[in-house]
């Protein structure tokens, strides 16, 4: 019986039109094909940096080097709330706050907007009895953190997107 319910699972999941997204071949194959051709634009500061390289991370895994008939730009937003607060008004604890909104673009001489989006996610850090230094690396992590999360929240909204609409072939 125990060995019976994976297959059984796997069988329900088949019937009702489960599909990975992202897939290396069959059906979901169309996902990391659009996903590799596209170019991620530039975006300023560090924050932006951390966001883009993550995203580069998730939409190459075609490989480096491939044709790119699409450009995500990218508009990011980070703001703070110091949430933890004492009597004599120091802050605690702070909570960062990671906006993106993204827009597909297609990079041929109509240079149509495909798609677009927004992410969010929030984390935060401890800031009490931190001196300056280690306050900082704390910020610098949550800002990674936040970085990644946003990016794994657009690969997903566009390995969606290349679901639905697959890429014409090379």
Same mark, same amino acid.
Request: with cysteine; proline share 6%; aromatic share 8%.
């Given at each position: 019986?125990? +060995?019976?319910?994976?297959?059984?699972? %796997? =069988? *329900? %999941?088949a019937g009702c039109g489960f599909r990975p997204v992202y897939a290396? @071949?069959?059906? $979901?194959?169309?996902? #990391?094909?659009?996903? $590799?051709?596209?170019?991620v634009a530039l975006i300023p500061d560090r924050f932006g940096q951390l966001t883009r390289e993550a995203l580069q991370a998730r939409l190459e895994r075609g490989g480096p080097g491939r044709i790119h008939r699409y450009r995500l730009v990218t508009n990011l937003g980070l703001s703070s709330d110091a949430i933890g607060v004492r009597p004599d008004t120091v802050p605690t604890y702070v909570r960062l706050i990671g906006t993106a909104q993204w827009t597909l673009i297609a990079e041929d001489a109509t240079g149509a907007t495909l798609a677009h989006g927004?992410? +969010?996610d929030v984390d935060g850090y401890d800031v009490l009895n931190q001196q300056y230094f280690a306050a900082d690396l704390s910020n610098e992590a949550v800002e990674r953190r936040i970085a990644s999360g946003l990016a794994d929240q657009?690969? =997903?909204? #566009?390995? =969606?997107?290349?679901?639905? @609409?697959?890429?014409?072939? *090379?």
């Amino acid at each position: 019986m125990n +060995r019976a319910f994976p297959v059984l699972a %796997l =069988l *329900l %999941l088949a019937g009702c039109g489960f599909r990975p997204v992202y897939a290396t @071949h069959g059906a $979901s194959a169309p996902a #990391l094909a659009g996903m $590799s051709q596209i170019d991620v634009a530039l975006i300023p500061d560090r924050f932006g940096q951390l966001t883009r390289e993550a995203l580069q991370a998730r939409l190459e895994r075609g490989g480096p080097g491939r044709i790119h008939r699409y450009r995500l730009v990218t508009n990011l937003g980070l703001s703070s709330d110091a949430i933890g607060v004492r009597p004599d008004t120091v802050p605690t604890y702070v909570r960062l706050i990671g906006t993106a909104q993204w827009t597909l673009i297609a990079e041929d001489a109509t240079g149509a907007t495909l798609a677009h989006g927004t992410a +969010r996610d929030v984390d935060g850090y401890d800031v009490l009895n931190q001196q300056y230094f280690a306050a900082d690396l704390s910020n610098e992590a949550v800002e990674r953190r936040i970085a990644s999360g946003l990016a794994d929240q657009i690969g =997903l909204q #566009l390995a =969606l997107y290349f679901q639905k @609409h697959p890429p014409p072939p *090379l």
